[in-house]
């Protein structure tokens, strides 16, 4: 595995460690075993930062892979096996949360990111451009509510809903965007720095700690999918003790 990819991969595994101490937070906020507010200051920001790294993170990777060589058709399997993972969330939080189900979280963002993304591979300043243009149309429709839901996926927030994980591509594209556009950039800086030279410096080595980290990220579907009905039985099962 290359010293990219650890770094990386750690990076996204310092991003579940905040996403569960976060989840965690909210159980216990849940179950009443907390009193905190989630919905200002610090704790309304902290999840959205998390979320945002997670998706820059999957952009970077998206514009990797197509710099690898990477086809359209391994995106296609991507975005389907993704697709269906978010379709299982949906399927299982509606009965939990009702309303306020998951119906196009982060999940089905990356799902269908993995296939509008890829015009904008190898093209940072596309994508940037893009990438900026969601974030205002996003800040535009932000405090707006629309009676009609089939448009949520986009940003047209529909009134009256509250989902647990929402991120429309309407600004949270944005972010796969800016990280593939840093990856291109990154890339390129690389390429015209080592042109004519055959000698490759050695790479450190990560250590304990970063590679820790790596091969939690490199597990990060699955954490996600474990942790939080874990949290949820965990939160359940204390709130009953207390009573």
Known sequence: MSQRSVTIDAIKGGLVG???VYHATYVAVMFGLADI???????WLF????????????????????????????????????????LAISAVTWPALGKGFVFFGVIHL?????????????????????????????YALGGQRFVFPWLAWLGL?????????YLPLLPWFAFIAFGAAANDMKRRVAAGATHGTRKTARKPDPGVATRALAAIGKRSLVVYL???PLLYAIGWSLAAIRL
């Open 47 to 86: 999840p959205r930062m998390i979320a945002g790294g997670f998706v820059a993170v999957s952009g970077w990777n998206l514009a990797e892979k197509r710099g690898r060589g990477g086809s359209f058709g391994g995106f296609a399997r991507r975005a389907g096996m993704l697709g269906l993972v978010a």
């Open 37 to 43: 507010d989630l919905f200002t200051g610090f704790w």
């Open 157 to 165: 927030r529909p009134a009256g809903l509250h989902p647990a994980d």
């Open 226 to 228: 474990v942790h939080l």
């Open 110 to 138: 990356l799902a269908l990111s993995s296939i509008i993304a890829w015009p904008l591979l190898g093209k940072p300043a596309l994508a940037i451009a893009v990438g900026l243009g969601c974030l205002a149309g996003g």
């Open 18 to 20: 905040l996403m569960v």
